[in-house]
């Protein structure tokens, strides 16, 4: 990727920027593709990585109620819209779970300069993992920074559209841990379990076969900690 200056970064109240891009399932134009809906914004460092992938399964897993709350989700990252093909295929095939939602190709990083994604600090040529809820007049209400090394809480985003829909539906606010009906969203082993860096070497990834951890394919396996 070309060297991107990067622009100041957007704020919450903000219209979002306005851009059009190529994704795995056609060219997009925004905001103009998405009137009326809300739209969840959401940059990963790079195709083919575990944390990456987990992340995508747990959106396309909870895709169905994004759109029952008329949200789209969009993600990016700064590869090409042949590589996030590839990704989304090898997830369906190893899973069985299909991405049901574009990923935007920013090869040359111009949206994820405008959005505020690069942030040379952390990475120098990939986008942290950021999130823009952007309203149905496409201004940005809610933005959240995750570094490269912590995966996102896909409930918590969900939590925090369904509370902005709230405040704007009746006027309120909502207090620390609200949640829109009662509910327990427990955690279960599954939860317990951390990522295992990603090999560098053949002979890196043809060992881990050999270990003792959970694989879905070569670059992502789990492991408990104890």
């Known amino acids: 990727m070309e060297e991107v200056k990067v622009v100041s970064m957007p704020r919450i109240g903000d219209p979002a ?25 959401f940059s990963h460092p790079a195709d083919f990585t575990p944390v990456c992938s987990t992340e995508f399964l747990g959106f396309a897993k909870l895709n169905q109620e994004f759109q029952k709350r008329n949200v789209q989700l969009v993600g990016l ?3 090409s819209v042949f590589s996030h093909i590839a990704w989304a295929m090898n997830l ?9 939602f574009p990923i935007i190709a920013d ?20 986008t942290v993992r950021a999130v823009f809820v952007i309203d149905p007049n496409a ?34 606010a909502t207090p620390a841990d609200w949640v829109p009906t009662p509910q327990t969203w427990e955690f279960s082993e599954e939860n317990t379990k951390v990522i295992v ?3 560098t070497t053949y002979e890196e990834a043809m060992e881990r076969f050999k270990a003792n951890y959970e694989c879905i394919d070569w670059y992502l396996c789990k492991k408990k900690l104890s």
Do not use: C
């Open 77 to 79: 990252s700064v590869d």
């Open 107 to 126: 090869s040359d990083g111009k949206v994820a300069s405008l959005f505020g994604m690069l942030h040379p600090g952390e990475s120098s040529t990939f």
């Open 197 to 199: 860096p990603p090999p």
């Open 17 to 41: 920027p306005s851009f059009q891009a190529m994704t795995t399932m056609g060219p997009i134009k925004f905001p103009d593709d998405f009137k009326g809906q809300w739209v969840v914004l």
């Open 139 to 172: 201004r940005i209400r809610a933005i959240i920074y995750y570094p490269l090394s912590a995966g996102r809480n896909i409930r918590e985003i969900l939590r925090l559209v369904d509370a902005l829909q709230t405040a704007d539906k009746y006027s309120v």
């Open 92 to 100: 369906k095939e190893k899973t069985g779970i299909e991405i049901p």
